[in-house]
């Protein structure tokens, strides 16, 4: 594949993952307003997705549940992950999760990067994470104002799940599993380990849910984070590479500031103006190195 098909199959995926990773703040933040507990959405996010690739399981790899690096990666975006990032969205707001979430993907992998592989950013990145930086201050201003002790536990817990999904983002991509197998090893192991613990431990509020926010949050969350967003993002890591990716991603933040406007009937302050030009740019600039 040439450099350029590989861009362009590589942001298409990317820009997929951008528009579900935006719905699943959105979606998440609603489940977190219901009576659903972390643990109800987790189960119902791992229920639909097993269900779904159930007919799959038996073409996987032989030695794939005895692969440790297979159970770290299921660990730090799912097993771990999940509750942290649910509970989270229970006291905080969506936009809180987009800033804090997928707006600290950048800084958080070129950490990584540097820490673990000694590869410091270079100087146009290094501009293009300033410009993001900026960007995402500017969309988060609106809601500095907004401070309480529930919002600082949620932001707490949104930043821990930022920090693992960067480590599985670091790893997924150094490690270089095939999508289809990540995807299916992520959704089945969490499954066998959470769902029995689920059962007979956690608590569970589903009985109390009406019958629509079940459906939405089991088809979202099973469907569209577990599967399909799962599959895009580990497209465009192995396309684009993981900080190319994030760059990329850090525009989450601003298109849920964006869809606020219509849905949410908040308006399109100067504020968010200037973040969406300044991360919007700031994601071009980043990604103007080649290739790994």
Known sequence: MTEKKQLAWGYLAATATLL????????????????????DIFALRLITASAIL???????????????????LTCLCSLIYCPIAYTGFKYAPAAHGGIL?????????????????????TRIRSIGLSLIGSGIV???????TEWSPD?????????????????YGFFAARWNYSPWTLTRAIAFGSAIVYLPIYWYFL???????????ILIQAAFQGISATILAMLTYLKSLQLLGPERTA??????????????????????????????VLVSLGSYVASKTRLG
């Open 138 to 144: 500017c969309a988060a201003m609106p809601y500095l």
């Open 247 to 276: 760059s990329f991603l850090a525009l989450v933040p601003v298109v849920i500031g964006v869809l606020a406007v219509p849905l949410l009937d908040e308006p399109l302050t100067p504020w968010l103006g200037a973040g969406i």
């Open 20 to 39: 579900m990773w935006s719905g699943f703040s959105l979606i998440s933040r609603l489940g977190g307003k219901s009576v659903l507990t972390p643990y």
């Open 203 to 213: 608590p569970k509020e589903i009985s109390n849910a009406p019958t629509s926010m």
């Open 151 to 167: 919002y600082a536990f949620g932001d707490l817990l949104m930043f821990i799940s930022s920090c693992l999904w960067a480590l």
């Open 101 to 121: 979430f997928p707006g600290l993907q950048p800084f958080l992998i070129s950490a990584l990067a540097w820490l673990i592989s000694g590869t410091r950013p």
């Open 54 to 72: 159930l007919p799959f399981i038996g073409s996987m790899p032989r030695r794939a549940w005895a692969d440790r690096r297979l159970w770290i």
